[in-house]
């Protein structure tokens, strides 16, 4: 595994990148725009040796996804490229110690995939986003309280991004206010892959930061499912320790892998696209200002442009359960392939002038969100409801805010952002 890369050459060929180095990840933004370009156009996807880590063997290989058609028509078959054989959330095949914690609907396939997401899918609906609404404007409108006390110069990212979808996630599962912080730290080491920051500096104990962290977020739901059982309340927890829908309910371990995967996925992913959107509202004035004529109307293109440049999460893995061809390409059963989300989102055969950020653009779908399929992500409108709110009260309280140079995260996996200067 390399090190962080200082000084390299330019990226001009497909011979110049390794997508299993860890050191591409550290590169510069526009490096990896250049690669992911190369990539999609090939005549078909490159494949790639996996990764060495230290919790798995290393495996035979995999088929980088680039293009837009590929990573569609991959969502729409997952009885070909399927989630559960090794997990979709890492390229090594997950082993059987990680799946106790990280074994989540987001890493299964149908029938078990559709069961869970059948119990917890109530949760999600619009009807019931609708109906804590008011929860998420106050707690935008505390968040922005908070920011206009600390004044210039502080951390957008820590007071204002990551502060709101925390709050949502934990407040829809009654986790009280005094484990914000602590559910905040482990989710990061959880995806805080490689970096420093986060306790992942040394490769050789990664895992174990890994799985600690899984550890004590899994225990702190038991705790929570525990007392709920016989102190039921009427939040998330209560209801899925409590209820049985259509005569289904989920197990202890079901619930733990669920409150991880909800935690992870609901509080970075929702922080990154908040972060991100400021920052490409700093670099676009003309863009904040055709914001800022329609705060509201112009709203539901600004986040779906800001999810598509921002695409939080970077892949998913499936694995061919069968030998198949798919645009002119032959993928052969047993094989692996990644699909490349941040690289769909930039296909200048779908988006015109991709790297453009236009509120008002009508093209796509993005899959900012996943592709279709069963795995499109269940929390989705809670998402688009989050960062419309917080848009909405910055725009009309603080409409100068800028968001300086961002720390990125070093990972393969989140396109993360850990902190970023604001000034306003």
Request: proline share 7%; hydrophobic share 40%.
């Amino acid at each position: 595994m390399s090190a962080m890369p200082g000084e390299r050459e330019p990226i001009t060929s497909v011979a110049d990148f390794d997508l299993s180095d860890y050191a591409f990840w550290a590169r510069p933004m526009r490096e990896r725009e250049r690669a992911f370009e190369l990539l999609r156009a090939l005549p078909s996807p490159a494949f790639y040796a996996e990764p060495e880590v230290s919790f798995a063997p290393r495996g035979p290989g995999y088929h980088a996804l680039a293009r837009h058609a590929d990573i569609l028509e991959a969502s729409r078959s997952p009885e070909v490229f399927c989630s559960g054989d090794g997990g979709a959330t890492n390229i090594p095949d997950m082993p059987p110690e990680f799946a106790e914690y990280f074994g989540s609907m987001i890493n299964m396939d149908d029938p078990r995939h559709a069961r869970l997401r059948r119990i917890v899918s109530r949760a999600f609906t619009p009807k019931m986003i609708k109906q804590f609404e008011a929860d998420v404007e106050a707690a935008a409108a505390r968040i922005v309280d908070g920011l206009l006390e600390k004044g210039p110069g502080c951390d957008f990212v820590t007071e204002v991004a990551a502060r709101l979808p925390l709050k949502i996630i934990c407040d829809m599962m009654g986790i009280p206010e005094r484990d914000y912080g602590f559910v905040f730290d482990r989710s990061n080491r959880i995806l805080g892959g490689f970096d420093p920051e986060y306790g992942g500096g040394d490769p050789a104990t990664a895992a174990e930061h890994l799985l600690t962290a899984g550890m004590e977020l899994d225990r702190l739901v038991q705790d929570l499912a525990a007392y709920r059982t016989e102190h039921p309340t009427g939040d998330l927890t209560s209801a899925l320790v409590n209820a049985n829908i259509d005569g289904e309910r989920l197990t202890g371990q079901e619930l733990g892998s669920f409150f991880i995967l909800l935690v992870v996925a609901g509080n970075e992913t929702t922080r990154n696209a908040i972060s991100y959107g400021l920052r490409l509202l700093t670099r676009n004035p003309d863009q904040r200002a055709l914001w800022l004529t329609d705060v509201d109307g112009h709203a539901p293109g600004a986040v779906e442009e800001i999810v598509r440049l921002a695409s939080p999460v970077n892949f998913m893995r499936r694995k061919v359960t069968r030998d198949h061809e798919m645009n002119g390409t032959l993928y052969r059963k047993g094989e692996k392939v990644v699909l490349y989300y941040w690289s769909a989102n930039r296909d200048e055969s779908v988006f015109t002038d991709p790297l453009r950020f236009d509120i008002l653009r009508t093209e796509g779908p993005h899959v900012g969100f996943g592709g279709p399929g069963p795995h499109f992500c269940l929390g989705a409108h809670l998402a688009r409801r989050e960062i419309t709110v917080m848009f909405r009260e910055l725009l009309r309280r603080v409409p100068h805010i800028e968001g300086g140079s961002p720390q990125r995260l070093y990972s393969s996996f989140i396109n993360g952002i850990k902190h970023m200067r604001c000034d306003f």
